[in-house]
């Protein structure tokens, strides 16, 4: 179960109320893997190498929704082809 999420309700022009639901402002290793379609031992070396930003609470880690975000922004994926340069 994930966390906990605020919505708005707002009711349209035909009368039906509908939710707005907002996205936590912060995820775990295995959501942010899910956002970024990555493994999460990559995420975890990631945060532990400053890229994520994000926060130990005890041995969880949470990273900020809004950095992943602006991270991924910013990159481009080429293909690798196995081999070193």
Known sequence: MGPPMTAEL?????GA???AV???????????????RLD????REMF???DLPGNRCGH???LS???IVR???GKRCVPHSGRSP
């Open 10 to 14: 707002t009711q349209d022009t035909t």
């Open 17 to 19: 109320i509908r939710a």
């Open 22 to 36: 907002a996205p936590p402002l912060v995820v775990t290793v295995a959501e942010a893997a899910e956002l970024l």
């Open 40 to 43: 999460p031992r990559t995420i």
């Open 48 to 50: 532990r190498r400053g």
């Open 60 to 62: 969880a880690i949470r």
């Open 65 to 67: 929704r809004e950095g």
């Open 71 to 73: 991270w991924s922004g």
